[in-house]
Structure formats: C-alpha cells, structure tokens
Nanobody
C-alpha cells in the first residue's frame, strides 16, 4: 500500500512561486512512477508532470519551462516547483503514483494508470 500526502499549496500573487511536496510512505519513491495532476473547477483533471524510477521526466507543454518535478529519495518525497504562476494555474493539485511501470508506460500514463492518489492541495493564484 502506498500513501501519499501533499502539502505546500496556498494563495499567491500572479508571478509568484510555490513548491508542492508529496510525502510517500509504504513504498520507496525509487520504485514508483510518480506524477502531479491538477484539476480546476469545471475542468478535466490534467497531467502536469511525471517522473520515473530513474529520474526521467515529462511535462505538459503548457507547464514546461515554468514547473519542475523532482524527488528526494532520502526523504521519500516528490516535489513540484512552480514558478511564474498565473490565475490559470489555480487548481487542486494531486500527487499520484503507480508501481511496476516501465518508462514508456509511465510517460504515457493517464488518470487511470495511477493507482495511488493523495488528497490534493489547493493552489490559488490571484491577478
């Protein structure tokens, strides 16, 4: 069983930055395909970024250059550094994980691919 707990969300002015954290337990991050998703009111949940067992990363085109996904194996924690935030980034952000995926499956993974989910952390960006 994998448990995921997000933190670091909050309110920020446009142009500001936030770093989200996802603390994992029950499994080592080194063995997981992990991802950040977000969902704004009235919109579909979308994948923000993924990171694989060996550190490979993939980003949504709209996030690339502003967001960075990373992990700290010693702390068993996933991070999402978000810079240059705008109101369009306002959403609930979720940490997700899957096991036993090769990199190709990890990169291609959608919501159904990821078995484990955190409770979400709210990010609100004001103009």
């Amino acid at each position: 069983q994998v448990q995921l707990v997000e933190s670091g969300g909050g309110s920020v002015q446009a142009g500001g930055s936030l770093r989200l954290s996802c603390a994992a337990s029950g499994y080592t991050i080194s063995s997981l395909c992990m991802a950040w998703f977000r969902q704004a009111p009235g919109k579909e949940r979308e994948r923000v970024a993924v990171i694989g067992e060996f550190g490979g990363t993939s980003y949504s085109n709209s996030m690339k250059g502003r967001f960075t996904i990373s992990k700290d194996g010693a702390k068993n924690t996933l991070y999402l550094q978000m810079n240059g935030l705008g109101p369009e980034d306002t959403a609930m952000y979720y940490c997700a994980a899957a096991v036993y995926l090769n990199w190709g499956s990890c990169v291609a993974g959608d919501r159904e691919t990821f078995r484990y989910w955190g409770q979400g952390t709210q990010v609100t960006v004001s103009s």
